[in-house]
C-alpha cells in the first residue's frame, strides 16, 4: 500500500511516498480502507520532532473510512462499515490497522470527509469549551488562530454556550470567515497588539478564558487579556513552545489558572470518546456545527499540504484522499 512516512526528522520534505505492506489486523483490530485522512498540526510537531517519535515513522493521526477486514475476537463491527477514529498513528496511509474500541461508527447523513474533518479538532473543541473551561452564557472568551481549524469549530461552540468570543487572526480574509462563524470581535493580531485591543474591547476587564493555541509569541499576552482568577488553557504551539516560567508569575497577573490540556486525556475511555464524538456527529448532521473543508490534497502532496499549514496559508481543514 502507498504511505507517507519519513526517516529523519525535519521540514516538509522529510515527507516521503512510499510502499509498505498492507497491515493485516491482529485481534481486537479492524483494518480500515481509508477514504479521507485528516490533517492536524500535531503532524508537523512528529515530523520536526517537537514531539519525539519512532523512526521510521508514519505520521497521521485521525483516518475515515471502510471496514475491509476484521481481526480476531471482533464480534460488534462488520466488513463495509464506515468508521473514524483519531490519535491512532499511521494514518497518513492507504489502509490502517485500528484497534475496534478506538474506531466510532459514520451516522448516516455524514461523508467520510466530513467525519475526518470533524473529529479531532471537534472533540478538542468540545472538551475545551465544555470541560477544561466550561464556558458559562454571558462569558468572553478569547480564541487565537480563529480561522484555523480547531479555531472555527470552537468559535462556533463557545457561542452555543453563550459566550461572547473574541477571536485573532493574520489577515482579513481570515477575519471575514472567523466573523461568519460567529465571533464577536476578530483582531488582526499581525496589525495590532492584541492584549490592548482585548482591554479596549472588554472596557478594561478582560476575559474569563483563553484558548491558546500558538503558543510561544501570545504567551504572555494572552495572560494579559485575562480577569483576575481567569483561566489560560495553552493547547498548542503553532509558533514554537510556551518557554519555562515561574508559577508566581500567575500570581502577578491577577491569581490566574493555567492548564495544558491534551485530547488524549479527554477521550480515556470508551464512553467518553464516544460521548465527545456523537455529540459532535450530530452536530454536523443537524446542520448546528459547520465543518470547513479546504480544497483536499492527495495523499502525494502530503508534503504540499504541511508547507501550506506551517506558512498559515489555510483555514478549516485540510484532508488527504488516498
Ligand atoms: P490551524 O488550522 O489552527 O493552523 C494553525 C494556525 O495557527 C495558523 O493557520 C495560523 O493562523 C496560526 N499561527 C499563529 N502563529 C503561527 C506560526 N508562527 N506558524 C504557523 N501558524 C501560526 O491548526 P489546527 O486546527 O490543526 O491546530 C490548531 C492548534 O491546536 C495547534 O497548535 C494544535 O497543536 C492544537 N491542538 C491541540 C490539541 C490538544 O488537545 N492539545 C488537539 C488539536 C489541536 P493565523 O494565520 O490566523 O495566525
Known sequence: MKVIQFTQTGGPDVLTLTDLPTPSPKAGDVLVRHTA???????????????????????????????????????????????AYVMQPGAYAEYSSVPADKLVLIPDGMTDQQAAAVLLQGMTAHYLAFTTYPIRPGDTVLIHAGAGGVGLLLTQIARMRGARVITTVSIEEKAQLSRENGADEVILY????????????????????VYDSVGKTTFEGSLNCLKPVGMMVSFGNASGAVPPFAPALLASKGSLMFT??????????????????????????EGK?????????????????????????????LLLIP
Not at 492536524?40 to 512528529?46: A, F, G
Not at 481481526?71 to 463495509?80: M, W
Not at 508547507?307 to 496559508?313: I, P, Q, V, Y
Open 289 to 317: 456545527l459547520t465543518v470547513h473543508i479546504q480544497p483536499t490534497y492527495a495523499l502525494a502532496d502530503a508534503a504540499q499540504a504541511h508547507r501550506d499549514l506551517e506558512a498559515r496559508k489555510t483555514t478549516g481543514k
Open 260 to 285: 495544558r490540556p491534551s485530547l488524549a486525556h479527554y477521550i480515556l475511555t470508551r464512553s467518553a470518546l464516544l460521548e465527545r464524538a456523537t455529540t459532535l456527529f450530530n452536530w454536523v448532521v
Open 37 to 83: 485522512i485528516g490533517i492536524n498540526y500535531i503532524d508537523t510537531y512528529h515530523r520536526t520532532g517537537l514531539y519525539p517519535v519512532p523512526l521510521p515513522y508514519v505520521p497521521g493521526s485521525e483516518g475515515a473510512g471502510v471496514i475491509e477486514k476484521l481481526g480476531e475476537g471482533v464480534t460488534d463491527l462488520t466488513v463495509g462499515q464506515r468508521v
Open 190 to 209: 499581525t496589525q495590532t497588539d492584541f492584549a490592548d485591543e482585548v482591554k479596549r474591547l472588554t472596557g478594561g476587564q478582560g476575559v474569563h478564558a
